[in-house]
Every structure is written in C-alpha cells, then in structure tokens.
C-alpha cells in the first residue's frame, strides 16, 4: 500500500483505474522512498521528468512504478534523475532518446555502450532485488562474488 498525503494506492490501483492525474503524486511518494531506503538524501526529482512517468502506459501496477524509481535512483550518476536513469520509452520519447544510449561511432563501439548500459541495469536490478545482500546478487547474476564487486566499482554502484 502507497500512502500519498490523504490518499493510498493499493498494489492493483492501475489495473482497477489508471487515472493520468495519480501518477505525479506516486511518483514523488515513492520517490522520497527509495531516496530513502537508498541513503540518497541530495538526489533531486526535476519536474519536467514526471512527464516521462505520465506519458507511459503502464502495463503493470504500483510494483512496477516503484521498481522504475527505485531502479532509477540506484543508476542516477547525476544529482538529479534524467530520463536515460528511467529506461521508460513512450510514443514520443522512443525515436528521441535512440533506446537509451548514444548509437555513433562503429558498430563495436555502439554495441560496447549498450553492453555496459545493460550490464550496469542488471546489477542494480539484482542489487535491488536482493536488498544490496551482494553474494546473493551474485548468484542471481551467475557470475563470482569477485566479478561482481569488480563490477559495483566500475560501474559507481
């Protein structure tokens, strides 16, 4: 249950009624959440990105919005969110953003960043899923508990 000022959203709130003018209040809700549970008090919320969250159809419910800004303050390598940290891609947005990363120079390089931008998701992800318990990350990630702190400090994690 997401409790917003004097309203609360249940986990099914979508599916029962995706109301456009709900999201903005979850999102910052949630959003003082996870900066929360992820001790990131200084990280910032521009309100032009709540847009990306309203322009989404979401096919899921609040689990699925809470896990998007949870992954999101986990990948920020900025003091503020930017729709690349979203992974969100609407009708408008999909041409724009080229799926998230930079497609120029050769093709090795191009496949290089996306590697890496993939790899750097799956960490956080796994991180998330387990509650930052690394060797259980690293199981779920199939790789050594090595390779997987490695990785945390290449990527800033």
Same mark, same amino acid.
């Given at each position: 249950?997401?409790?917003? @000022?004097?309203?609360?959203? @249940?986990?099914?709130h979508?599916?029962? $009624?995706?109301?456009a003018?709900?999201?903005?209040?979850? %999102? *910052?809700?949630?959003? %003082?959440?996870?900066? *929360? =549970?992820?001790?990131? +008090?200084?990280?910032?919320? +521009? +309100?032009?990105?709540? #847009?990306?969250?309203?322009?989404?159809?979401?096919?899921?419910? %609040?689990?699925?919005?809470?896990?998007?800004?949870?992954?999101?303050?986990?990948?920020?390598?900025?003091?503020?969110?930017?729709? =690349?940290?979203l992974?969100?891609?609407? &009708?408008?947005?999909?041409? $724009?953003?080229?799926?998230?990363? &930079?497609?120029?120079?050769?093709?090795? #390089? !191009?496949?290089?960043?996306?590697?890496?931008?993939?790899?750097?998701? =799956?960490? $956080? &992800? $796994?991180?998330?899923?387990?509650? @930052?318990?690394?060797?259980? !990350?690293?199981?779920?990630?199939?790789?050594?508990?090595?390779?997987?702190?490695? =990785?945390?400090?290449?990527?800033?994690?």
């Amino acid at each position: 249950m997401i409790r917003s @000022g004097n309203r609360q959203f @249940g986990l099914s709130h979508f599916a029962r $009624a995706a109301r456009a003018d709900d999201i903005p209040e979850l %999102v *910052q809700s949630i959003f %003082v959440k996870a900066k *929360q =549970k992820h001790n990131l +008090p200084n990280l910032r919320l +521009p +309100p032009q990105l709540v #847009e990306y969250f309203s322009g989404y159809r979401w096919p899921g419910n %609040v689990r699925e919005l809470e896990n998007t800004i949870e992954r999101a303050c986990i990948l920020a390598d900025s003091a503020e969110l930017q729709p =690349k940290d979203l992974g969100l891609f609407t &009708d408008t947005n999909r041409e $724009a953003t080229a799926f998230g990363f &930079d497609l120029s120079g050769t093709l090795n #390089e !191009a496949a290089d960043r996306a590697m890496r931008m993939v790899e750097r998701q =799956k960490i $956080a &992800d $796994a991180l998330a899923q387990c509650d @930052g318990n690394k060797t259980r !990350a690293a199981e779920v990630l199939a790789v050594s508990y090595k390779t997987l702190l490695t =990785k945390i400090k290449d990527y800033n994690l």
